[in-house]
């Protein structure tokens, strides 16, 4: 048999293996209902423009209030599986509050697509690991800092990608002119 400390550890990491799987089983499932179904069209429609939704026979009320139901219940499956895998510290007001801010990087790097969230998330935990491994040579605040600047990049390649497609669409195929009524 093996000593108590290592299996202890294998039988630990055999468990986040686990709980990983039914995070990306969770992301896949998340991305063939947002992609597949019509209630995912329909879920898409109201978050894009809510009264052209309306306008298109959709009730947006109701999306709108499932899309936050199922974000909750997302949100809370995704809480428990951090403390059940041992991973999380089980007081609440060391590990929880910087939880919810770490997911605004991770959804504006994925582009809110839910298989992209996977490895977003992998390199915003990354990122956050290996800055806690340099604690001691680098401030806390260094981390924030370079997670940042990957935000900032990111969004600042998004605004360029939509002006240069703007701007390479010529004029008179749905581009606003000077001459053009308002």
Request: proline share 3%.
């Amino acid at each position: 048999s093996c000593p108590g400390a290592v299996c202890g550890t294998v039988r630990q990491l055999e468990l986040d293996q686990y709980f990983h799987h039914i995070i990306d089983y969770f992301a896949i499932l998340v991305w063939v209902i947002l992609q597949k179904t019509t209630f995912g069209y329909e879920l898409k429609a109201c978050g894009l423009s809510r009264d052209a939704a309306q306008y298109a026979g959709i009730n947006s009320k109701r999306n709108i209030v499932l899309s936050m139901v199922i974000s909750g219940a997302l949100s809370g499956i995704g809480g428990g599986i951090y403390y059940l895998a041992g991973t999380g510290q089980y007081v609440l007001e060391k590990s929880i509050l910087g939880m919810g801010f770490n997911g605004i990087p991770v959804a504006l790097l994925a582009s809110s697509n839910p298989i992209g969230t996977i490895f977003a998330s992998l390199f915003i935990s990354y990122i956050q690991v290996g800055g806690a491994a340099m604690q001691p040579a680098y401030s806390s605040e260094t981390i924030d800092i370079v997670i940042a600047v990957i935000i900032y990049l990111a969004a600042f390649a998004l605004l360029m990608r939509g002006i240069i497609t703007n701007g390479l669409r010529p004029y008179g195929k749905g581009r606003w002119t000077a001459n053009d009524e308002c």
